[in-house]
């Protein structure tokens, strides 16, 4: 079992940046890939971003890609989303979600465990 907890959701402007951090405690964090999701209200979770259990691998979905940066630090158990160039489409809850093994899937049932979410909202 793996329990994750999003922090780092605000309210920002367009064009500002936001931190997301995920803490995650219980099996061996090292072991999982971890990702990001986010759901915006009437919408479909969707896929933002996930990166390898070592780091070595990252991908984003073509809406983020050169805004996003996915991160991890194994040490303390907490994996990133730094959010810059933020848009009002961006505003959604932003869920932490964890699988394994690797792959580079999109499908959020294909993660096992979830966060409670953040949520983010940036205003025009």
């Known amino acids: 079992q793996v329990q994750l907890v999003e922090s780092g959701g605000g309210l920002v402007q367009a064009g500002g940046s936001l931190r997301l951090s995920c803490a995650a405690s219980?099996?061996?964090?090292?072991?999982?890939?971890m990702g990001w999701f986010r759901q915006a209200p009437g919408k479909e979770r969707e896929f933002v971003a996930a990166?390898?259990?070592?780091?070595?691998?990252?991908y984003y979905a073509d809406s983020v890609k050169g805004r996003f940066t996915i991160s991890r630090d194994n040490a303390k158990n907490t994996v990133y989303l730094q959010m810059n160039s933020l848009t009002p489409e961006d505003t959604a809850v932003y869920y932490c979600?964890?699988?394994?093994?690797?792959?580079?899937?999109?499908?959020?049932?294909?993660?096992?465990?979830w966060g409670q979410g953040t949520q983010v909202t940036v205003s025009s």
């Open positions: 979600a964890a699988r394994r093994p690797f792959s580079r899937t999109t499908k959020a049932y294909d993660y096992e465990y």
């Open positions: 219980g099996r061996t964090f090292t072991s999982y890939t």
């Open positions: 990166i390898s259990w070592g780091g070595g691998s990252t």
